[in-house]
């Protein structure tokens, strides 16, 4: 099912690195937060309690492959999980890798930045990202 | 295990409406959020995937249970998900009724702030508490 005028219905939401017939995973262009990745349900519906019980799983399965792909490659501090959509009401997680260095550790990234990070620093995580993709690639397609 | 100065090793975190062997479900008291409620693990772990599948499984669960009753006695526009614990690395699930007219909507709680609640509308919906302390345990009990 599609909603005409919902964002995630007519657009991928970012670089697809998975998708399947029930998901999808982007990877999005945050310069702040090299690695930040969603997981989008495809079809349009607002809450995980919309979802039967079985896809649930399916989708939080994911979830936790993508965050092990992030451990993997990207060796954060802390992983950010969250599924708000207050704005996009269709179904999709966040999942953000958090170093002590980064714009709002140790606040959440929609708090108030409390620092720089420094530009080299950012691109020696932006240099991981193809490890990134092929990590996410063979995480989520070995059990999906 | 626990782990000496870990805030939610030490602390219930909340008025605890569920407990058995593996979490806890607390309801927070925040002024701007009557229904706010968290889902800890008991044990010590910071993230989803240290824990087996069959516990992600498990806690997972119980968090759509507590979505569950949020929406069946809260009737919020939206419900927040999120695991982050930057500053409380014991994994904890935030779970935050969302109001087009509450304090941050449609940004994130940890935003900033856009306008005040009316205090009649906060005190209705803390009216709902009972009912929804009732709505956790029968929705968590039956099935956990």
Redesign the interface.
Known sequence: MTTSGCELCNEDGGEIIFRNDKLHVVLIDDANYPGFCRVIWNAHV????DLP?SD??VL??T??QV??AL?EVLQP???????????V?HLHWHLIP?FADDAH????V???SVRQTPTAVLAQRRALLPALRAAVARHVSCEA
Chains 1, 2 share one sequence.
Do not use: D, H, Y
């Open positions: 607002s809450e995980m309690t019980p649930r799983s939080m399965r979830v936790c965050e092990t451990r501090e802390k992983i950010n999980l969250a599924s708000l959509g207050n704005m009401p958090r550790f140790p606040k959440p929609w708090a108030q």
